[in-house]
C-alpha cells in the first residue's frame, strides 16, 4: 500500500496568515484527497485533488480558501489562507491507487492551531 | 446522499471483553465499505474492508461482514487489548461511477477505551 508523508506534522499560526501543507506519496496513485478534521469530529472532505488540473471542491469550501496544486501524481499541496481560529484542525492528505472498491491510505495529519 | 451512522460512544471495555461497534449505511450505488483506526495523535490506518455482499473483512482479530439485507457492516472482536484503545471510523465507497466515484463517507467515529 501507498506510505504518504504530510508536512508541516503540527504548526502554530497567527490570524491572517496562510499555511502551505504538503503531502508525498510514495509511488503514483490514481487519485488524492484533503479531509478536514475538526477536534474530537470524525473526516469532512474538503476536496479532491486531480493531477494536472483545478481540484474539485465539496460544497461548503472554496478555492479561495483552499486552494490546491497536484502536478504529477505523487504530489499534493493544500493551503489554508487567511487563517482564523475556527480553522484550528487536523489537515489529513489521502491518496488510492485504483477504482472505487480500492481503499484509501491517510497521512498522518497537519495538526494546525491559529491564535 | 450516502451516509453512515456508527453507534453512540464513548465505548469502555476491560480486557479480553467482547467488542461491537455498530455501523450501517445508506447509499445509493454498489458501496465498498471499510473500518479504520485512528490512535492518539496520529493519521487513520485501513483496519479492514469489504467489497461486495456477504464478504468478510478481517485483520489483528477485528472482523466485519457486509450486510447488504441490512445494510449492515457490524465490526466485531472476540478479546480486546489495552492496545486497541483508538477511535474507530466506519466508511464507504462509491464504486458505481457516478460523481461521487471513489469518495470516502464517513461515520462519526466512535471512541474505544480499554482498561486492564
Known amino acids: 500500500s501507498a506510505v504518504i508523508s504530510q508536512k508541516p506534522s503540527r504548526d502554530i499560526c497567527q490570524r491572517g496568515t496562510s499555511l502551505t501543507i504538503q503531502c508525498q506519496v510514495d509511488s503514483q496513485v490514481t487519485m488524492m484527497f484533503w479531509y478536514r478534521q475538526q477536534p474530537g469530529q470524525s473526516l469532512t472532505l474538503i476536496a479532491t485533488?486531480?493531477?494536472?488540473?483545478?481540484?474539485?471542491?465539496e460544497s461548503g469550501f472554496v478555492i479561495d480558501k483552499f486552494p490546491i496544486s497536484r502536478p504529477n501524481l505523487t504530489f499534493s499541496t493544500l493551503t489554508v489562507s487567511n487563517m482564523s481560529p475556527e480553522d484550528s484542525s487536523i489537515y489529513l492528505c489521502?491518496?488510492?491507487?485504483?477504482?472505487?472498491?480500492?481503499?484509501?491510505?491517510f497521512g498522518d495529519g497537519t495538526r494546525l492551531s491559529i491564535l | 446522499g450516502d451516509s453512515v451512522t456508527q453507534m453512540e460512544g464513548p465505548v469502555t471495555l476491560s480486557e479480553e471483553a467482547f467488542l461491537t461497534i455498530n455501523c450501517t449505511y445508506t447509499?445509493?450505488?454498489?458501496?465498498?465499505l471499510f473500518w479504520y483506526v485512528q490512535y492518539p495523535g496520529e493519521g487513520l490506518q485501513l483496519l479492514l474492508k469489504?467489497?461486495?455482499?456477504?464478504d468478510k473483512g478481517s485483520n489483528k482479530g477485528f472482523e466485519a461482514t457486509y450486510r447488504k439485507e441490512t445494510t449492515s457492516f457490524h465490526l466485531e472482536k472476540g478479546s480486546v487489548q489495552v492496545s486497541d484503545s483508538a477511535v474507530y471510523f466506519c466508511a464507504l465507497s462509491d464504486s458505481s461511477g457516478g460523481t461521487s466515484y471513489g469518495k470516502l463517507t464517513f461515520g462519526q467515529g466512535t471512541i474505544l477505551t480499554v482498561h486492564p
Open positions: 485533488a486531480n493531477q494536472g488540473s483545478e481540484a474539485t471542491y
Open positions: 489521502s491518496a488510492t491507487q485504483g477504482t472505487g472498491n480500492q481503499p484509501q491510505h
Open positions: 469489504a467489497t461486495k455482499a456477504d
Open positions: 447509499a445509493t450505488g454498489y458501496p465498498s
